[in-house]
């Protein structure tokens, strides 16, 4: 079965810092591994997804990712934060050979610093 | 429309009556997801829909609660006997198929209150 860890529950950063959120998967088969943003009061947006092609993606507002094999990793990154960045975001994964169900990770909050 | 809708967007209601959510997908996807957010918990799956038919109903949390999907298109979730655990934001997806790697689309839930 697959899973998603995202360690801490809480991140912040001065506007213009480069905003990194962690992510990690267990998965027995080649996964899909997406990225969410969730704004306050608000539904979950695709920001970007791996699906075997480049291992890095680029993805909506800035932001992209890198899957690491050999890490079990697909962290989010951007290299300036905005003010309007700040959100939660959730990372999840999805199995080859199987259907496009998401199983997703705890989340963390992005808040941004003047 | 132009997005997965769903209604209400908030619901209070009172400990021990059923209460209905709805879900109008992505016109032309025929994947329908519902998931549960709440504190604490992140976001669990409960059930999707292939068509009308629900091949996965694993991450439902009890017999009180259920779903359909008619037409292939709109689906309820039905929650009967409501307990105080089950406030939550309820939220719907759909996606094109139940392909692997598909994007899946997100509504922007029904905010339970069970008082």
């Known amino acids: 079965a697959q899973s998603v860890t995202q360690l801490g529950s809480h991140v912040s950063v001065s506007e213009g810092a480069l905003v990194l959120l962690r992510c990690n998967y267990s998965s027995s088969v080649p996964p899909y591994l997406f990225w969410y943003v969730q704004y306050p009061n608000q539904g979950l947006q695709l920001l970007l997804k791996y699906t075997s092609a480049a291992t890095l993606v680029k993805g909506i507002n800035g932001f992209e990712a890198e899957f690491k094999k050999s890490e079990t990793s697909f962290h989010l990154t951007k290299p300036s934060a905005h003010m309007s960045d700040a959100a939660e975001y959730f990372c999840a994964v999805s199995e080859t050979g199987a259907n496009s169900k998401l199983t997703f990770g705890k989340g963390i909050t992005l808040s941004v610093r003047p | ?115």
């Open chain 2, 1 to 115: 429309g132009a997005g997965v809708s769903q209604s209400p967007s908030n619901k209070v209601t009172e400990k021990g009556k059923d209460v209905e959510l709805r879900c109008d997908p992505i016109s032309g996807h025929t994947a329908l997801y519902w998931y549960r957010q709440s504190l604490g918990q992140g976001l669990e799956f409960l059930i999707y829909f292939q068509g009308n038919s629900a091949p996965d109903k694993s991450g439902l949390p009890s017999d009180r609660f259920s779903a359909e999907r008619t037409g292939g298109s709109v689906s309820t979730l039905t929650i009967q006997r409501t307990q105080q655990e089950d406030s939550a934001v309820y939220l719907c997806a759909s996606s094109w198929n139940i392909g692997v790697g598909n994007t899946i689309y997100f509504g922007e839930g029904s905010w339970l209150t069970v008082v």
